[in-house]
């Protein structure tokens, strides 16, 4: 796996997180807490990758990052460039931590749900 490949994971993490235009503790815990546990023991990278993750995630909310389509289409754009990296089982991980993070906190918004119904649709192409 290359680093943009989990650059962009932090993007498209960061852009469902960000879809209600508030990034709460808990979604950064969530998506953490799914890196630890299912990230990890999927054994695709070394730990330092998986930090890119949570860099690029953290880099965006500091930025105070509000443009969550070009980030959406960002991550689909290197998903069809690169469509080889993208699995059944790397697109389920996907979409689990994103539903990790949209219902981390007061259950998924309208917002994260149009969001995780185009990711999915993408997912399936």
Do not use: P
Not at 4 to 17: D, S
Not at 54 to 59: G, L, S, Y
């Amino acid at each position: 796996m290359s680093t943009l490949f989990f650059k962009n994971l932090g993007k498209l993490f960061y852009a469902i997180a960000a879809a209600d235009k508030n990034i709460d503790d808990m979604e950064i815990l969530a998506l953490k807490e799914v890196i630890e546990s299912d990230w990890k023991a999927m054994d695709l990278a070394n730990h330092d990758d998986l930090k890119l993750i949570t860099a690029t995630f953290n880099n965006l909310k500091n930025e105070d990052n509000q443009n969550i389509d070009k980030l959406f289409s960002d991550f689909i754009n290197f998903k069809n460039e690169e469509h080889h990296l993208f699995t059944k089982s790397i697109n389920r991980l996907i979409l689990h931590t994103c539903n990790a993070i949209a219902s981390s906190f007061s259950s998924r918004n309208k917002s994260e749900l149009i969001l995780l119904a185009k990711l999915e649709i993408e997912l399936k192409k």
